[in-house]
């Protein structure tokens, strides 16, 4: 068949459901699927998230990144070397929180470490396990990711 | 009316709708989300969010400098 011939569809063979409009397309329906969620967590709690991750990493210039998953028997081993993954370790801050180990580990680079002395570090993690208790992972999330901002502190004028 | 139809009308009828509103609030929903509770299993896939780089200023630098060795200099852990 040569391009743009248009071809004929017989209604009588297409499948329940489909029909031929009067333009000369197929139409057809099909039957909805529900998906299950990835995550326990409602579209509301994922924008939080999200924005608590943009505004610490603009406020401070940092690298925010938060890691939700298992880390392994070695949880910290394991944290570093996702730390080294980053596109800047130097200015990365990364939070990995593994519900299944229930283990949290805030990693800091060279110039990030500079700005967010790991006394502060441990205060956000203090906070956030306090949250996680309670089973509430985002809320921890967002509100040790502002701590370790406020701790951070604004992005040096170059 | 007698008692039997009162009965049937006034009692047997409400308990029945209720009854249907009570099942219907018991079905299971394929997009229901499960609420996470401390100790249990995780088990789904690993996520690593990062800032939404349209949120970030323009001289945000994300160049990939090349490191080697540790780069972790500190940081902090907890456990629940």
Same mark, same amino acid.
């Given at each position: 068949?040569?391009?743009?011939?248009?071809?004929?569809?017989? =209604?009588?063979?297409?499948? $329940?459901?489909?029909?031929?409009?009067?333009?000369?397309?197929?139409?057809?329906? &099909?039957?909805? &699927?529900?998906?299950?969620?990835?995550?326990?967590? %409602?579209?509301? &709690?994922?924008?939080? $998230?999200?924005?608590?991750?943009?505004?610490?990493?603009?406020? %401070?210039?940092?690298?925010?990144?938060?890691?939700?998953?298992?880390?392994?028997?070695?949880?910290?081993?394991?944290?570093?070397?996702?730390?080294?993954?980053?596109?800047?370790?130097?200015?990365?801050? $990364?939070?990995?929180?593994? =519900?299944?180990?229930?283990?949290?580990?805030?990693?800091?680079?060279?110039?990030?470490?500079?700005?967010?002395?790991?006394?502060?570090?441990?205060?956000?993690?203090?906070?956030?396990?306090?949250?996680?208790?309670?089973?509430?992972?985002?809320?921890?999330?967002?509100?040790?990711?502002?701590?370790?901002?406020?701790?951070?502190?604004?992005?040096?004028?170059? | 009316?007698?008692?039997?139809?009162?009965?049937?009308?006034?009692?047997?009828?409400?308990?029945?709708?209720?009854?249907?509103?009570? $099942?219907?609030?018991?079905?299971?929903?394929?997009?229901?989300?499960?609420?996470?509770?401390?100790? &249990?299993?995780?088990?789904?896939? =690993?996520?690593?969010?990062?800032?939404? =780089?349209?949120?970030?200023?323009?001289?945000?630098?994300?160049? %990939?400098?090349?490191?080697?060795?540790?780069?972790?200099?500190?940081?902090?852990?907890?456990?629940?």
């Amino acid at each position: 068949m040569a391009t743009g011939e248009i071809a004929r569809v017989d =209604p009588a063979d297409l499948p $329940l459901g489909s029909a031929v409009t009067t333009s000369g397309r197929v139409s057809a329906a &099909q039957m909805y &699927q529900a998906h299950p969620p990835a995550l326990p967590f %409602t579209p509301v &709690q994922l924008a939080a $998230l999200d924005e608590a991750i943009t505004l610490a990493s603009r406020t %401070t210039g940092l690298d925010f990144s938060v890691y939700l998953g298992a880390l392994g028997s070695d949880t910290r081993a394991r944290a570093v070397e996702l730390h080294a993954a980053t596109a800047r370790p130097s200015h990365a801050v $990364l939070l990995a929180v593994s =519900p299944g180990e229930r283990a949290v580990e805030v990693v800091t680079g060279e110039e990030s470490h500079r700005r967010l002395a790991d006394r502060g570090a441990k205060l956000a993690v203090m906070s956030m396990v306090a949250s996680f208790k309670e089973g509430d992972l985002v809320g921890g999330l967002v509100s040790g990711l502002r701590m370790l901002t406020d701790q951070a502190g604004h992005a040096p004028r170059t | 009316m007698t008692i039997v139809e009162t009965v049937l009308v006034f009692a047997l009828i409400p308990l029945a709708i209720y009854g249907v509103i009570t $099942l219907l609030t018991l079905r299971p929903k394929a997009t229901r989300i499960a609420r996470y509770r401390p100790g &249990q299993e995780w088990g789904y896939a =690993p996520v690593w969010w990062s800032a939404n =780089p349209g949120g970030l200023p323009a001289d945000h630098h994300t160049e %990939t400098a090349p490191v080697s060795g540790p780069t972790a200099r500190g940081g902090a852990r907890g456990n629940w």
